[in-house]
């Protein structure tokens, strides 16, 4: 059974988009057991497939550090039918890359959305028109708000999209407020990387913002634009994949708090 991820997650599933690409072109395979199931396993809980239980592409037990996160990963191999589509199990596939990948480097991973920070979706604001501008301040105000008076990490905000040079201060409090543990860092890597901002990142995890804040937050300009001109199916079918991946992050970040 570890080859059926082989090829969608590879060395860095962390980033969706890819896994995307490479899951389009592996061919699924047939759905071999009757049964899913969870075991404790050494404190922690192991999913299991007709009582045997599941590895990853690196051969260690599929598992997580509590039991609901589990249960889920065995609800998502229970719903598969006919065939295994590795797509439609997306907090199986961020399970392997937190214990085949994250677990093993969490400081690397932690540094890359670290990075997200200096250039952060939050700071770049549009010019024009007013509307949008408005919308913009009225989702993305509060979590810069949050960062100056809880963690005196204060921003400089610019229209356009020239890039500009934080304060080195400001940029530590937040890498400061990055977690240790590599389930955590995992899911909040998806989510940085999913809404292309650390900061909406680092709020949902500490409970400033709620996660459908954040992801209304982090589709303002592409909402807005759908109003304008409408919907494109491409666009839209992107969207659906990222929030799959999206709400799984979330998941581990409430069943960790």
Do not use: C
């Amino acid at each position: 059974m570890r080859e059926l991820f082989d090829e969608v997650a590879g060395k860095s599933p962390l980033d969706p988009r890819e896994a995307s690409r490479k899951s389009s072109r592996t061919p699924l395979r047939n759905r071999f057991y009757k049964t899913t199931g969870v075991s404790e396993e050494a404190g922690s809980f192991a999913v299991t497939l007709d009582g045997k239980t599941v590895r990853t592409p690196g051969k260690r037990p599929l598992a997580a550090p509590v039991r609901s996160l589990a249960e889920a990963m065995a609800a998502e191999w229970d719903a598969q039918k006919e065939t295994i589509d590795p797509m439609s199990m997306p907090l199986t596939r961020l399970a392997n890359s937190v214990i085949d990948g994250v677990a093993d480097d969490v400081p690397a991973v932690a540094d890359d959305i670290a990075k997200y920070v200096g250039s952060d979706l939050l700071f770049y604001r549009a010019s024009f028109p007013d509307a949008l501008i408005a919308r913009q301040g009225e989702h993305w105000d509060p979590v810069l708000r949050w960062a100056a008076e809880d963690r005196g990490a204060h921003f400089i905000l610019t229209e356009g999209i020239m890039h500009i040079q934080q304060p080195e201060a400001a940029i530590a409090a937040m890498q400061a407020r990055l977690p240790e543990d590599a389930w955590r860092v995992a899911a909040l890597h998806v989510v940085t990387t999913v809404t292309g901002s650390a900061l909406l990142a680092l709020a949902l995890n500490e409970k400033a913002v709620t996660d459908t804040h954040v992801w209304t937050a982090a589709h303002v300009d592409e909402d807005w634009n759908a109003e304008k001109w409408g919907v494109d199916d491409e666009v839209a079918a992107r969207r659906v994949a990222r929030q799959r991946d999206f709400d799984a992050a979330v998941q581990v970040l409430k069943a960790l708090s």
